[in-house]
């Protein structure tokens, strides 16, 4: 049987011997995927690099597969500074978060957007902090966690003038402090002008992130916070 | 129940942590310790836990050595021009040294920035570097780092302790290597190289 051709994102990978790799993959259909791969194909020299869009085959029935055949099947997201280390940091969240086995067709798109995205504001024309905001949300909408920025909690719509509190399984819950409605409106409508709003999408991403983390902190922050 | 000797299977399990060894090549490598090379075998373990207990890191540049510095960062002659190159390993210093092409001082930074694999900048002695950097007497940074995402995200953080510390910063040319063929070379090298190019 002639194994199927898929794109795919390397997310990460680790030498396995002198002359071959495990890849962390992400795949539409697949979704997380561990599979070998030899450094050479042939004669031919690659790249197995994290933002290189591959088109590859993969054989095996174990949980780790084996790389049949990889190519590259356009150009390289190439990223530098603040921008590659957020590449890295939606590397580590997906790695983090997503489940295995989990088909991630959704997720895949997303992840390609946003890389699109990231590389607009390499480029000059673009903000870096709405893109990675827009990726975790949903990121938590992929992961059954949506966030209604319409409503609160009891289902009437959202205040500007009121503040509201996140609660875990519920949503928002207006309260004396805490996110103010109009930011999450903000948020909700794509308007990220305002440093203010930015800051509360900041804020409230890293509230909902940390319980699916865990106690174990995302590494790629300490990237942004030092040099 | 294990095949092997209580001693036997010691050895193979030591054997195993080497990089590229996996249960077959450990057996064969005890056998042929006991079979025919116990001397040798006996040299090896001395040698081992000789160089376990006794090589450290270089005060100033991190490369292995016994001493407090290393023969090269107490050379005053390397120390002239005040360039240091980065690399990520030993391995890429000594490819460097071989080259003759670098008279400066080093700094190894014994791997690179990976926030998968749990390592950052304090694993990386980069608060080291960032020391060095402030003391003063360094006119260049050379960035000799390898061409792959951890890096160049090594490098970018590196560059920008340099810009903090005003010291100027390069970072080793990317091309198609000597010998290859450029049907055979991968898309974002050749995108290097063509935005390298260099006047003829």
Known sequence: ?227 | MSRYTPLVQQLIDALRILPGVGPKSAQRMAFSLLERNREAGLQLGTALSAAMTKVGHCQQCRTFCETALCHICTDPARALDGIICVVGSAADQLAIEQTGQFKGRYFVLQGYLSPLDGIGPQDLGLDKLSTLLAAGGITELILATNPTVEGDATAFYIAELCHKHQVSVSRIAQGIPVGGELEFVDGTTLSHAFSGRKVF
């Not at chain 1, 539409?28 to 042939?42: I, L, N, T, Y």
């Open chain 1, 1 to 227: 049987m002639h194994a199927e051709l898929w794109p795919a994102f390397i997310l990460h990978s680790r030498p396995l011997g002198e002359d071959k790799l495990i890849l962390q993959l992400l795949l539409p259909e697949q979704g997380r995927v561990s599979a070998v791969v030899r450094k050479r194909q042939g004669k031919q020299r690659l790249a197995l690099q994290p933002f290189q869009p591959f088109m590859l085959q993969l054989s095996g029935r174990t949980e780790l597969k084996t790389v049949k055949s990889i190519d590259e099947a356009a150009a390289a997201f190439l990223f530098s500074g603040k921008v590659l280390y957020s590449g890295i940091y939606l590397n580590e969240l997906i790695c983090r978060l997503w489940p295995d086995n989990l088909a991630a067709e959704q997720l895949f798109n997303l992840y390609q957007h946003s890389l699109q995205q990231l590389m607009l504001v390499q480029q000059g024309s673009g903000e870096l902090e709405p893109c990675l905001r827009e990726f975790e949300f949903a990121l938590l909408t992929e992961l059954g966690q949506p966030i209604d920025w319409q409503q609160d909690a009891d289902g009437n719509p959202l205040n500007t003038a009121w503040c509201y509190q996140w609660q875990h399984e519920q949503g928002f819950v207006a309260a004396a402090n805490g996110f103010a409605g109009m930011h999450l409106l903000n948020i909700g409508n794509g308007q990220w002008q305002s440093a203010d709003t930015r800051r509360c999408a900041k804020q409230l991403s890293r509230q909902i992130l940390a319980p699916l983390l865990g106690s174990k902190p995302l590494a790629s922050r300490a990237l942004f916070e030092g040099g």
